[in-house]
């Protein structure tokens, strides 16, 4: 019979392998490593956070002191109509189509009539036009059997058209109508918070409705529409998505991520 080999021997003390390790330390598992606690920041409390956001404000009225809804508009309809267009689709594109629409579409009782194949093709360029088609159409008809035609000035009433939420309803109260009752929380307002350390409760960039509470906690009411607009802007100019401008940004100084000149 063939001889067995020999078995192989578990490393020991003075073996290679166990050199290569320092003295005391424990052998790595996947097991501790699954355990590894990432580490955290510092928690900012409240009041520093307001602090904060103070300096963030004055800094943002020296730099857009004129900023203002980018969407082109001339009454409540043409805003409300122009804000859904924007969903996942830029200004720029909904302003190139927007011109056109409200010549065939002037009030909400012809949105509420339109022929969808019609709508849907001016407005395809946008994005999602079927979805957008249906929002419209519904929107006239409800503005025309439950508030006369009218857009209404209320949050409740704006939320009860189809195609509306609280983005939508917070730009056209702010914008139109002059009232703050939120902060329009869109991609470029979420990624400012979250870069700018005023996430509280909020989980990420994309956490609008959190994000929302959020800045309305720290910011004051009279400043939330224009905010929005400002925060806008400066996503758009400075602070992009992909590689932030923070060399050239005037809120670098107040800025957490800027620290690193990375985006969170």
Request: aromatic share 4%; hydrophobic share 40%.
């Amino acid at each position: 019979m063939t001889p067995r080999p020999p078995r192989r021997k578990r490393p020991t003390a003075g073996s290679s392998r166990a050199a290569r390790r320092p003295r005391g330390e424990a052998p790595k598992t996947r097991r501790a490593a699954s355990r590894t606690a990432k580490p955290t920041g510092r928690r900012v409390s409240l009041a520093e956070l307001r602090r904060r956001a103070d300096a963030v404000l004055a800094s943002l009225r020296a730099q857009y002191a004129d900023a203002g809804c980018a969407l082109h508009h001339r009454s409540a309809l043409e805003l409300l109509v122009a804000t859904i267009l924007s969903a996942q689709c830029t200004d720029q594109r909904v302003n190139l189509v927007t011109p056109a629409l409200f010549q065939r579409y002037p009030d909400a009782a012809a949105f509420a009539a339109a022929d969808p194949a019609e709508l849907e093709d001016l407005i395809r360029s946008t994005g999602f036009f079927r979805n957008k088609c249906r929002s419209l159409i519904g929107m006239g008809r409800r503005l025309v059997e439950a508030f006369g035609g009218a857009v209404p000035d209320s949050m409740d009433a704006l939320l009860t058209l189809p195609g509306v939420a609280r983005k939508t309803a917070n730009c056209v109260l702010g914008t139109w109508f002059g009232r703050n009752e939120g902060v329009v929380v869109d991609t470029h307002v979420g990624r400012l918070a979250e870069r700018l350390g005023f996430l509280q409760n909020g989980r990420d960039a994309k956490d609008a409705v959190r994000i929302e509470q959020d800045l309305m906690a720290l910011f004051p009411r009279d400043a939330w529409t224009w905010l929005s607009h400002a925060l806008i802007e400066h996503g758009r100019r400075v602070c992009l998505a992909r590689k932030p401008r923070c060399g050239e940004c005037p809120l670098a100084p107040l800025c957490p991520s800027a620290e690193t000149g990375a985006p969170t």
